[in-house]
Nanobody, 129 residues
Framework: QVELVEFGGGSAQAGGSLNLSCTASGHAYSGNCMGWFRQAPGKEREAVAL???????FYSDLVSGRFTISQDNAKNTVFLQMNNLEPEDTAVYYC???????????????????????WGQGTQVTVLS
C-alpha cells in the first residue's frame, strides 16, 4: 500500500511564495516519477512540475522560472517551491506518483494525469490579486 500525503498550500499575495511537500508512505515504492498537477474550476488537471528519479525535471511553461521542484528519493518526498506567485496559479494542487512511461524506449514522466495511479489528497493554493 502506498499513500501520498501533501503538506502546504494556503493563500498568498501576488508575488509571494508558498511551498508544498509530498511524501509517499508504505512499503511499496511509489514510482520513479513524482510531481505536481493542478486543477482550477472548470479546467482539466494539468501537469505543473514533475521529477524523474534519475534527475530529469519538467516544468509547465506557465510556471517555468518561478517554481522549482526538488526531491529526496531516499524518503520518497517531492517538494514544490513556488515563487513570484500569480493569481493564475490559483488551483487545487495534487501530488502524483507512478512509474515512467516509455517514449521511444526512453523512460519519461507522463504529462497526462490519467497515467498516474497514486494521488495525494489535494491542497488549495489561492493567490490574491
Amino acid at each position: 500500500q502506498v499513500e501520498l500525503v501533501e503538506f502546504g498550500g494556503g493563500s498568498a499575495q501576488a508575488g509571494g511564495s508558498l511551498n508544498l511537500s509530498c511524501t509517499a508512505s508504505g512499503h511499496a515504492y511509489s514510482g520513479n516519477c513524482m510531481g505536481w498537477f493542478r486543477q482550477a474550476p472548470g479546467k482539466e488537471r494539468e501537469a505543473v512540475a514533475l521529477a524523474y528519479a534519475a534527475g530529469d525535471t519538467f516544468y509547465s511553461d506557465l510556471v517555468s522560472g518561478r517554481f522549482t521542484i526538488s526531491q529526496d528519493n531516499a524518503k520518497n518526498t517531492v517538494f514544490l517551491q513556488m515563487n513570484n506567485l500569480e493569481p493564475e496559479d490559483t488551483a487545487v494542487y495534487y501530488c502524483a506518483a507512478d512509474w515512467a512511461v516509455l517514449k521511444k524506449r526512453v523512460p519519461v514522466c507522463s504529462l497526462s494525469a490519467s497515467d498516474y495511479n497514486k494521488w495525494g489528497q489535494g491542497t488549495q493554493v489561492t493567490v490574491l490579486s
